[in-house]
């Protein structure tokens, strides 16, 4: 049971679950009060005839369905093989992630402005001060399964990787430091630039920004220099790339840690609809694996 491994070796559940011991037990005891608060909501609406406590007892503990659901994100087996390593069916690996997933897509907001988003005040405290900051863009494309009408398909047909693709777009702060903004889950053909205008729209319109060359023609963004037909770049141009290359390097970091979680790297498997909810449950998880989002004990 790979529960029982972790807590053997919890050094290890970093390379399993893609996060801390540390933070497994802090992800554990929000995702276990949260699911509490909504059976105990549940039975206060039933109109009970039998007695509370009847049914067939679950086969996995909590814990073990949230350590399945984790499990999932991480390593992206199959249900069948997720059933084998859980030692439960296939259909019963396979709701039981569906079931947990709302949960922890709750309790892990996937990025700042999403976490203080219930709150005006906040948002607005927040939005100004990130003016003080050059935010870092950039734009990720995941496979998906090619669909079987021939104009479903071609609404997802990336020209650029040749295949079916659904885009995201990832705001950063300086350095990587936390997920600013993400937008996920649009056809792979829509232009970076459409993208990241959509996503302005919830920044300060002083907001300064730092992307590559397909982010070029927006306002308030820094891009490279890019060389003109028979002509070279200078030297000063090259210095700038140079540096707004470094600068721009830590977004790619952070595009990085979202693809240690499968999930959210390999070819897309589950039904399209449940895209958004489960890419932005990887991206709360990488703010709680990078320390940028703390949950309360």
Known sequence: MVFDYIQKYPLRTKQILGISYEQLQSLLNCALKRHQDIKAKQESQKIRINAAGGGRP????????VCLCLFYLRQMPTF?????????????????????????????????????????????????????????????????????????????????????????????????????????GVPGPTADIKLFRQSQEQFDKSQPFSGDKGFQGGENITTPHKRKPKRELSQQQKDENKALSSNRIFIEHLIRLLKIFRVASQRFRLKLDTYEQIILTACGLVRLRIGSLILPT
Do not use: C
């Open 80 to 184: 069948q093989v997720l059933g084998m390593l859980f030692e439960v069916s296939k259909t019963e690996a396979n709701d039981t992630f569906h079931s947990w997933i709302p949960i922890l897509r709750d309790i892990l907001p996937a990025s700042l402005l999403e976490q203080v988003s219930n709150n005006e005040s906040d948002l607005l405290f927040v939005q100004e001060v990130l003016t003080n900051f050059r935010l870092l863009v950039d734009s990720l494309e995941q496979p998906i399964y090619r669909d079987s009408d021939q104009k479903k398909q071609q609404k997802y047909f990336s020209g650029k990787k040749r295949q079916h693709t659904l885009k995201s777009l990832i705001i950063g702060m300086p350095e990587g430091k936390d997920i600013v903004e993400v937008e996920v």
């Open 58 to 65: 679950e086969n996995l503990s909590t814990e073990e369905q």
